[in-house]
């Protein structure tokens, strides 16, 4: 079975639960730490930035963490924003846990497949394989109910204009492959790492999507993988 593509960003509690769910989506994910996420500035900047770009989809565990966590995020994300997906109640304990959670249900790691599916299909979130069509530069559209009805980004009707830095350090950038994940190669292209202004390069992307400026280039990188596809990431530089 294919993985379901999702126009949103799927934020999650913990590492395992983005192992679990990496199995079934095709789609960036987020993971908040627990409540690390209350104080971690960054991360909050990353997540509106996400949710501002293609929405985010919040699949949190149904204890009273995971509802604790959700509304922080509601605080955060304007509702249009965000949808949510839960998970059914169910009693048990996960297989890696010697003993079950003080609440004794099971988290998004520990609920089998084909109930995390619905779970995401009933959310509302945007799906874009499977009976629905894909669209082109999709993450500035907001979420319309569900349905695969999006709005054409506005950026197309614009006239490209080269980023405002040297590509590759001086080596000419190459048009990428139909390839989705941004990679080390590609920031070296676009001279966001490898080069002399790299530092800078990275600081004036980063100010122009509102998130820290001060991010490496790993965390850079990841960021971006978060927010764009390879593709849409070129098209943001050529129309920055």
């Given at each position: 079975?294919?993985?379901?593509?999702?126009?949103?960003?799927?934020?999650?509690?913990?590492?395992?639960?983005?192992?679990?769910?990496?199995?079934?989506?095709?789609?960036?994910?987020?993971?908040?730490?627990?409540?690390?996420?209350?104080?971690?500035?960054?991360?909050q900047e990353l997540i509106r930035a996400v949710a501002k770009?293609?929405?985010?989809?919040?699949?949190?565990?149904?204890?009273?963490?995971?509802?604790v966590i959700r509304n922080f995020l509601r605080g955060i994300?304007?509702?249009?924003?965000?949808?949510?997906?839960?998970?059914?109640?169910?009693?048990?304990?996960?297989?890696?846990?010697?003993?079950?959670?003080?609440?004794?249900?099971?988290?998004?790691?520990?609920?089998?497949?084909?109930?995390?599916?619905?779970?995401?299909?009933?959310?509302?979130?945007?799906?874009?394989?499977?009976?629905?069509?894909?669209?082109?530069?999709?993450?500035?559209?907001?979420?319309?109910?569900?349905?695969?009805?999006?709005?054409?980004?506005?950026?197309?009707?614009?006239?490209?204009?080269?980023?405002?830095?040297?590509?590759?350090?001086?080596?000419?950038?190459?048009?990428?492959?139909?390839?989705?994940?941004?990679?080390?190669?590609?920031?070296?292209?676009?001279?966001?790492?490898?080069?002399?202004?790299?530092?800078?390069?990275?600081?004036?992307?980063?100010?122009?999507?509102?998130?820290?400026?001060?991010?490496?280039?790993?965390?850079?990188?990841?960021?971006?993988?978060?927010?764009?596809?390879?593709?849409?990431?070129?098209?943001?530089?050529?129309?920055?």
């Open positions: 079975m294919s993985k379901i593509k999702l126009k949103e960003t799927v934020i999650v509690e913990g590492r395992y639960d983005r192992i679990k769910l990496s199995e079934l989506i095709a789609s960036p994910m987020i993971e908040t730490g627990g409540f690390r996420v209350f104080k971690d500035k960054e991360k770009r293609r929405g985010i989809l919040v699949m949190t565990d149904v204890d009273s963490a995971g509802f994300v304007p509702q249009e924003q965000i949808l949510h997906a839960y998970i059914p109640t169910i009693k048990g304990k996960e297989k890696r846990k010697p003993e079950a959670s003080k609440e004794g249900i099971l988290g998004v790691e520990g609920i089998d497949r084909d109930a995390l599916i619905t779970s995401i299909r009933n959310s509302g979130a945007h799906i874009l394989n499977g009976h629905c069509e894909e669209h082109t530069a999709t993450w500035q559209s907001q979420p319309q109910n569900g349905h695969c009805e999006e709005q054409t980004a506005t950026w197309q009707s614009q006239p490209i204009i080269e980023p405002p830095f040297p590509k590759g350090g001086g080596a000419e950038r190459r048009r990428v492959d139909t390839s989705s994940e941004i990679t080390k190669m590609d920031f070296f292209d676009y001279g966001l790492s490898g080069c002399a202004n790299a530092a800078q390069n990275r600081e004036e992307v980063l100010a122009s999507l509102g998130l820290p400026k001060y991010l490496s280039a790993n965390a850079m990188l990841s960021a971006m993988n978060c927010l764009f596809t390879k593709e849409e990431f070129e098209d943001y530089l050529n129309f920055m």
